[in-house]
């Protein structure tokens, strides 16, 4: 045990009581504390006093010229007094109700007080001491995350008496090489440094060691993960006929584009090799997933595999096996669909269907992943819209059958630096080309005021043939509250619409047959304007439908705003989404602005990012994103980069774990392994 991982009760003035009150704020070990970095600085350069503002808050610094005195007055009311000199004047600091603070201020040692500055009085009425002792008075005071059982003054006095005792014992863990390559500080000043950094630039310098080793240590731990994941050792090498698969790809109703074609070869390319294919395929809405889905399935089935697809919905999964049977058909490839509401006379079948293997692929829900489909020979499965998928659930697909090639398709564009963190072990293929003749969706963002006035705009397109969606937000607090909102609504454009159109209502509390029947009729164009909470959001393709129209907008992230919008331009003719909203901050405003400006899915990602940050991204817990202590996958996004290829360029070495420099790297990334469970 090195030294760091004694407990806090090693320092002096820790006992039981506080070690109580430290291990609130997470710390246990001396390296713990160490390690618990503040959050900003308080900045304590000298200012000059004409220059502060009446009533601004400041650090001012200097020499105390009088005995502090402490007065009683009132009920347990304080005042404590003192005078301190900074430059040429004299000011007068007050305290109020801290009295305990005079055994901090001796005559004629420095202090810095942090308060409130009286530009009439030339006073100061202090709220806090910074640092009142020698050598604690650099530029820049460390500010700590702290709560009511520790307080800043303690944790800075234990921090500097635990690098005075122990921060020798801080080892290199990065190997020499990197940190020259880098200029990176030495480990130990750096972690110094980043409590009591001297100047700014230190500061910066000594974050960016921090950091660097950070984002390298994950990414480490990911190229070993996708080393374990793709070892030849766990995989199939599935030998396709290249033949019947060109035959195939001529027949489709439509040429493929070339990234549809790139993104086909690679994912052959890894089904070929003996190794574990484990590739994530991101396309825009409407690039055409589906296709690529079906050629790969298909490639599998010539090569004797059967193969899997596995959707979020039952609405999707009913969408995807019509469109796979439809295209499988002239090649005689066995398509089923399996879903919860599968009636158990055909359960039954198709089950012995999949375990003799004459069925060749199956479609299908979270039921795919239940103990009681077996199959005959499973070769690829493809998982869609995979943020949705627990990792669990992925996972014991994947061990289905004889451990399958993986791809998992996403419409949500993931921004590089997220994918390389959130799915850093696996190989990203990108459809970042949409099918020629589209015509981008024309975006309106309208007032709610303005809606019938679009009504009246929409019975004329539907004149037309044209088919119209109108989606109700989700009101997350209350299923109930959403029927009822998205029911008044559909009443609304019923008494609007009918008798020349047809209006039906979907929504999330509905049995999976009723939903479907609704659906189906959409599709065959019997009802032409679709009512929905946002259950239609993914992947929904009926192409004749050409206005999406979404009420409160606002209450939409802008991946969910594209996904839905991505709903309408699927065919040549000519699509609208409107936007309905009165948006009362700027950041809802914003967004609806973005909305009109952009179609591409790659650039609102990117905004996404931007304004959410990365916790939000994805919108739920199981994006799978780790917490960073110091890194900032946004603003150190460089950094990532560059560590991700240091990384992998270096896992690339056989044996390098095995080499002395790199022993306390390797056990740096085993530790991770440990901690970071969520990724199994
Ligand atoms: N190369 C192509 N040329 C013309 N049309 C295409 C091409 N590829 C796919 N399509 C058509 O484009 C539409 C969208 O394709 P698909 O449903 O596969 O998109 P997707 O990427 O799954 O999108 P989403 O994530 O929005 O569901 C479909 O109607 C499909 O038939």
């Not at 070993?224 to 001529?250: C, H, M, P, S, W």
């Not at 993931?414 to 589209?438: C, F, H, K, N, Q």
């Not at 004749?544 to 705003?561: E, V």
Request: aromatic share 8%; proline share 4%; glycine share 6%.
């Amino acid at each position: 045990m090195t030294q760091l991982n004694h407990p806090v009760t090693v320092l002096k003035g820790v006992g039981e009581k506080r070690q109580a009150a430290l291990q609130t704020l997470g710390i246990t070990t001396v390296g713990d504390l160490m390690a618990y970095y503040p959050f900003r600085y308080d900045d304590i350069q000298e200012k000059n006093l004409l220059e502060i503002q009446d009533q601004e808050k400041v650090v001012l610094k200097g020499t105390v010229i009088s005995d502090a005195v402490v007065t009683h007055y009132g009920y347990r009311k304080s005042r404590l007094v003192f005078r301190m000199m900074i430059e040429q004047a004299v000011v007068n600091v007050t305290f109020f109700n801290q009295p305990f603070l005079k055994k901090q201020i001796s005559l004629s040692e420095d202090i810095a007080v942090f308060g409130k500055w009286d530009a009439r009085r030339r006073a100061l009425t202090g709220m806090k001491i910074i640092a009142s002792k020698e050598g604690e008075l650099s530029d820049f005071a460390p500010i700590y995350h702290v709560n009511k059982h520790v307080r800043q003054s303690t944790l800075v006095d234990l921090i500097r008496q635990a690098f005075a005792e122990y921060g020798a014992g801080i080892e290199e863990n990065l190997p020499q090489w990197l940190l020259e390559k880098y200029r990176l500080m030495p480990k130990g000043q750096a972690m110094f440094a980043m409590h009591f950094p001297q100047t700014n630039d230190e500061n910066r310098l000594a974050r960016r060691r921090l950091v660097f080793e950070e984002f390298f240590l994950f990414q480490l731990r990911m190229a070993l993960l996708k080393q374990e994941e793709t070892a030849t050792a766990f995989g199939n090498a599935i030998l396709y006929d290249v033949e019947r698969l060109k035959q195939f790809t001529r027949q489709l109703p439509f040429e493929l584009t070339a990234a549809q074609k790139r993104v086909i070869n690679e994912i052959c390319g890894d089904m070929r090799r003996p190794n574990h294919m484990h590739r994530l395929l991101q396309g825009d809405v409407g690039s055409g997933k589906t296709v690529v889905a079906a050629v790969s399935l298909y490639a599998a089935v010539t090569a004797g595999y059967q193969g899997a697809l596995m959707v979020p919905t039952e609405i999707l999964a009913e969408q995807h096996a019509e469109s796979l049977q439809q295209l499988f058909e002239p090649f005689e490839v066995q398509t089923a669909l399996l879903t919860s509401s599968t009636k158990a006379a055909e359960k039954k079948q198709i089950l012995a269907g999949l375990e003799n293997g004459s069925i060749n692929v199956v479609v299908g829900t979270h039921s795919l992943i239940q103990s009681d489909v077996l199959f005959h020979r499973l070769g690829l499965v493809i998982t869609d819209e995979q943020h949705r998928f627990g990792v669990n659930q992925r996972k014991i697909l994947r061990e289905k059958g004889d451990n399958p090639d993986v791809l998992f398709m996403t419409a949500t564009p993931i921004p590089r630096t997220l994918a390389i963190t959130a799915y850093g072990e696996m190989d990203v293929s990108i459809i970042d080309e949409l099918p020629a003749g589209r015509i981008p969706v024309e975006t309106r963002w309208i007032r709610p005021k303005q809606v019938d006035t679009v009504l009246e705009w929409m019975r004329k397109e539907l004149r037309q043939g044209s088919q119209a969606y109108v989606i109700c937000p989700l009101i997350e607090e209350s299923e109930a509250l959403d029927v009822k909102n998205a029911t008044e609504i559909y009443e609304h454009l019923r008494a609007f619409f009918l008798p020349e159109f047809a209006v039906s209502l979907l929504h999330g509390k509905m049995k999976p047959q009723e939903k479907e029947a609704v659906m189906q009729s959409f599709k065959d164009n019997e009802t032409q304007v679709l009512v929905s909470t946002t259950v239609i959001e993914v992947g929904v393709n009926v192409p004749n439908a050409t206005i999406m129209m979404i009420m409160d907008a606002d209450r939409f992230g802008l991946a969910q705003l594209h996904q839905l919008r991505g709903r309408v331009g699927r065919g040549d003719k000519a699509s609208y989404c409107i936007l309905v909203a009165n948006p009362k901050g700027e950041t809802g405003q914003e967004r609806m602005t973005i909305m009109t400006e952009t179609t591409d899915g790659f650039v609102l990602s990117e905004k996404d990012l931007e304004m959410r940050g990365p916790g939000d991204f994805f919108g739920s817990k199981q994006s799978g994103l780790p917490e960073f202590r110091v890194g900032d996958m946004m603003a150190d996004a460089v950094i990532l980069e560059t560590a991700r290829k240091e990384a992998f360029t270096l896992c690339q070495e056989t044996n390098w774990q095995k080499q002395p420099a790199n022993r306390l790297l390797a056990e740096a990334v085993a530790s991770l392994a440990e901690q970071q469970t969520y990724l199994d």
